[in-house]
């Protein structure tokens, strides 16, 4: 079974959606006056790395640039270079910004736009690590040795300047034609050994369909919007190990502590149930799959071929094993839970503090610890907080999320009820759970009524799809006389 799709579009509104979770856009007026004014409070003691030949990676139009990175080649293993934007240098504490980005917790993703962590002059522009203009930096520096593992790392305040604005795409092609950016030439083989230490330790990695919404303005139909499977590439997969590997670094840090003091913020997330691994062990036999008793899941997953059946079925049921992530404090006391099991080593976030209020807190941490100084009492004060707030918007953005694709694909499949599909059967139907189906044109996962057969591909009818419950059902098996729609541009 393919993944393809063809152009399948119709008019969206997600206002609703914004309304329904409560998300202005617009911030307070006081909050945009302080970003707007903000001076850097650290301009005067920061160490000038203006000469690292910084680059960042971002989506095509971001503005918002979190991560600049620099990544040699040495002797005895690897130098990452990685500069994050230093958001808390421009926050007063207790301020209006301080508050209103407290409240927020996270920038949440529409499909037609954001609504920012921060106001955009401080995000997209003063803060935002845009090439050819200085930037100030939390520049963390990583050695590894000649298996991409950290041997020493640090964070320190710094002054930097990006030299070029690069793009996933972009940095896949010029891979494949061997022309890398020089400050990223090493990122390739870096990228595939920390993909293969995470295997070693027992990460797992999911390759599902992404599902995206996209817009689609041919014919100056600007609210138009159409489903696509999100392409990703194995430069998305190199990039990503840079961040990871920061985040490991970050939560070392922290459970190192600074003398007594253990004070952190740790992204964690439980292992998986014994028996949520074993029903997995039984579905692959089922479909086919051939699992070792002595090859780990995330090992197993890694080896699948994304595009056929039994693998969308395992990959599907092994969202199962990464549940239970949460924020978890450090204050004094190491708690009972420090790992990330989709890691598979303790992990906290702090790359991306432009789009999430967790990143400033720990990469605060994390400078006093390295510079052997007290943690700022603003912390202290507001750890507990935080991860609450990050907690609540977690949940918040998975809703926002699933709530904009429904949308979509009951719009788009509106004019389509009555007609046969091709889809696999990821999962059988269980009780009163419905089976769940993968439909690749248009992508569309969806509930399916009867009992088709897991891992089978199989012909479903669409029987409901209703925008104003976001609601989309097949049925099996399609009952006789019904035929395929070609698709058309409405």
Not at 87 to 96: H, K, N
Not at 167 to 191: C, K, M
Not at 389 to 396: F, I, L, P, V, W
Request: glycine share 6%.
């Amino acid at each position: 079974m393919e993944l393809h799709q063809r152009i399948v579009s119709a008019p969206v509104d997600f206002g609703a959606v914004r309304t329904e979770f409560g998300l202005a856009s617009d911030y307070p007026s006081e909050a945009v006056s302080e970003a707007r004014d903000a001076v850097d409070a650290f301009a005067g003691s920061r160490t000038d790395r203006r000469d690292i030949p910084l680059v960042t990676i971002d989506p095509p139009g971001a503005m918002d640039l979190d991560q600049a990175l620099y990544l040699e080649r040495t002797a005895t293993g690897f130098l990452l270079h990685y500069a994050i934007a230093d958001v808390a240098a421009f926050v007063t504490p207790d301020g209006p910004l301080a508050r209103e980005s407290l409240a927020r917790g996270q920038t949440f993703y529409f499909p037609d736009g954001t609504v920012p962590l921060h106001p955009r002059v401080l995000s997209e522009d003063r803060a935002s690590l845009l090439p050819d203009v200085d930037r100030a930096a939390a520049l963390w520096t990583i050695e590894l040795d000649e298996n991409a593992e950290p041997r020493r790392y640090s964070v320190e305040r710094a002054l930097v300047r990006s030299r070029a604005r690069l793009d996933y795409t972009t940095v896949q092609a010029d891979a494949d034609a061997g022309r890398l950016h020089p400050s990223i030439t090493a990122l390739p083989e870096f990228g595939r050994l920390r993909i293969e230490a995470g295997l070693q330790r027992g990460a797992i990695s999911l390759r599902l369909p992404a599902q995206s919404v996209v817009r689609h303005d041919e014919d100056g139909k600007d609210n138009h919007w159409q489903l696509v499977i999100e392409p990703r590439t194995a430069a998305d997969d190199w990039n990503e190990q840079v961040s990871l590997l920061t985040g490991i670094c970050a939560a070392r840090i922290m459970l190192d502590g600074n003398g007594s003091d253990h004070l952190g913020l740790l992204r964690t997330m439980p292992p998986p149930a014994p028996a949520t691994i074993e029903s997995m062990r039984r579905t692959a036999a089922a479909v086919g799959v051939d699992w070792p008793a002595d090859v780990p899941v995330g090992r197993m997953l890694a080896g699948l071929d994304p595009n056929t059946p039994p693998a969308l079925v395992l990959m599907s049921e092994a969202t199962g094993l990464l549940r239970g992530a949460s924020y978890t404090l450090l204050n004094g006391q190491e708690p009972d839970t420090v790992q990330h099991s989709g890691i598979g080593a303790p992990y906290a976030h702090v790359t991306a503090p432009l789009r999430r209020l967790s990143d400033r807190y720990a990469t605060e941490i994390c400078l006093s610890h390295c510079a052997k100084t007290p943690v700022p009492q603003w912390v202290r004060d507001g750890l507990t907080t935080a991860a609450e707030t990050m907690r609540r918007s977690d949940a918040t953005a998975g809703k926002v999320e699933r709530a904009c694709l429904d949308l979509t694909e009951s719009t788009v499949l509106a004019q389509r009820l009555g007609t046969d599909f091709d889809a696999v059967v990821l999962r059988e139907a269980n009780g009163t759970r419905p089976a769940e189906i993968f439909v690749s044109d248009p992508p569309v996962l969806s509930k399916c009524t009867g009992s088709p057969p897991e891992g089978k591909q199989v012909r479903v009818r669409l029987t409901v799809s209703d925008p104003t419950t976001r609601t989309v059902t097949f049925a099996f098996p399609a009952e006789p006389g019904g035929g395929s729609v070609p698709y058309s541009k409405p």
